[in-house]
Structure formats: structure tokens, C-alpha cells
């Protein structure tokens, strides 16, 4: 047969792969949106009103930068993890 028929995605249509990769990266997004939003809601929004008043919007805007920094540096560091391990395993086999 001239198909691959893997049971596995390693054996699955690059096309395929990159489908579910770009899907889970859009899912996992929305999952970081969902959290940022709890998080800084309740952190930040004493009562609800008609208009947000200044000190909340300040609080927001902060809120969303500390998050997306935390974010960023969170993924930075699995990362370099990653690397050193993938770089202490090839060392070894070496």
C-alpha cells in the first residue's frame, strides 16, 4: 500500500499534524485568555458599573501586562529547560 496507515500521528499527514498543532496553540490561547480575564477581574473590579473608573482601568491594564510578562517568562524558562535537557541527553550518548 502506497498510504501510510499510522496508528499515531507520527505516521499521520503532515498537514493533518500541523492542523492539530495550530489548533491546540489556538486552544491554549484561549484557555491563557480565560485565566488573564478571571484573574484580573477579580482582582481588579470591586463593583460593577455602568463605566470603569479610572483606578480599575489602571489596575486592568497592570494586571494584563504582569500576566502576559509571567506568561512570557514561564515559557522562556520550559524553554531553556528543554534545551538543557535535550542537550545533557545528546551529551550522554555521546
Known sequence: MDAPSGGGLGGADP??????????????????VHQMTELCWEKCMDKPGPKLDSRAETCFVNCVERFIDTSQFILN???QTQKSKSAFSESLSD
Not at 15 to 32: A, D, G, P, S
Open 15 to 32: 498537514q493533518l499534524q500541523r492542523f492539530i498543532e495550530v489548533e491546540t496553540q489556538k486552544q491554549r490561547f484561549q484557555q491563557l
Open 77 to 79: 524558562r520550559l524553554e
